[in-house]
């Protein structure tokens, strides 16, 4: 396949045929810069419910500042301005009767390095429950069960739930985080990076859970790991410098890329 090959556009829409898909997340027009410096440049794309969709791209393209903006984790940040609109399920999750907690309950979000709390396997799947506060004992134990063995980390647990979370290791830490996000019964999953600071055995692991979450919820994942998102995802979307640049089934995009950007990027052309 030749990288100049005439048929390639120069330029696309995002391209996902959408009408045989719901859609979860709607992101319309999407720009967001630090301090007046663009990373996100007018993206529009929709991801689908209960699918796995990538981004993918060169280091500094935007990936994770894109994954940030769907829970809201620039609020905070004065030197962030943005202007576009993010739908989850048709509302805008800057609409002022959208309460951040109750979004990010909605759209739950892991992280990198796993980031267990300084308590027992137990309290930290059962924290946010706590949080939200009316549950009996009972109820509480029934549901950290289920989390757990969502996370495919409860028979590995299940007879030291009151042992520091701080003694498992990196990849139970991981599926021990995943398990306190899917406890709150979060729509959307949003994972930055999850597997990246693991071992080999411990990504399949993830990847394996990936595959498996998308029966109850929608995930969306940044890795730069081009094969992980080969394996994992349903949906890729590649950016570079800020923009979308191509986005459509996993499969046609690493074997049958629309542009010669993407192309280059996939075959390891463009670092
Ligand atoms: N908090 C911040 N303040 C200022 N600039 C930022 C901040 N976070 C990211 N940037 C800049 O925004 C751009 C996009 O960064 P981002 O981390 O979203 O990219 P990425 O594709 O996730 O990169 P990587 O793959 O290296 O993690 C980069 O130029 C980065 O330096």
New binding site residues.
């Given amino acids: 396949m030749s990288v100049s090959s005439p048929s390639r556009p120069a330029t696309a829409g995002p391209f996902i045929d959408f009408e045989s898909h719901d859609s979860c997340l709607e992101i319309e027009g999407l720009s967001l810069a630090?301090?007046g410096?663009a990373?996100?440049s007018e993206l529009t794309l929709k991801v689908p419910r209960h699918r796995v969709t990538a981004?993918i791209?060169?280091?500094?393209?935007?990936?994770?500042?894109?994954?940030?903006a769907l829970n809201r984790l620039h609020d905070l940040?004065e030197?962030?301005d943005f202007s576009g609109r993010i739908l989850l399920d048709g509302q805008d999750i800057h609409a002022p009767e959208v309460a951040v907690s109750e979004l990010r309950r909605r759209v739950g979000m892991v992280f990198q390095m796993p980031n267990p709390f300084p308590m027992s396997i137990y309290d930290n799947v059962a924290f946010g429950l706590r949080l939200q506060g009316g549950m009996r004992k009972r109820q509480m134990d029934d549901i950290v069960e289920w989390a757990l063995s969502s996370a495919a980390l409860w028979h590995e647990v299940k007879d030291r739930l009151r042992a520091s979370a701080w003694s498992l290791s990196g990849g139970q830490q991981q599926r021990l985080v995943i398990a306190r996000t899917l406890a709150v019964r979060p729509e959307v999953l949003l994972l930055?990076?999850p597997a990246s600071a693991l071992d080999p055995i411990s990504t399949l692991k993830i990847e394996e859970l990936i595959r498996n979450l998308k029966t109850q919820l929608t995930l969306v994942l940044?890795t730069?790991n081009m094969q992980q998102a080969a394996r994992v995802s349903d949906y890729t979307a590649f950016?570079q410098e800020?923009e979308l640049v191509e986005y459509g089934a996993t499969d046609t995009l690493f074997t049958n890329p629309r542009l010669a950007r993407t192309e280059n990027y996939i075959t390891g052309r463009m670092a």
């Fill in positions: 630090y301090a410096k990373a996100l981004f791209g060169p280091s500094g393209c935007g990936k994770s500042t894109l994954l940030r940040n030197e962030v930055d990076e940044v730069h950016l800020g």
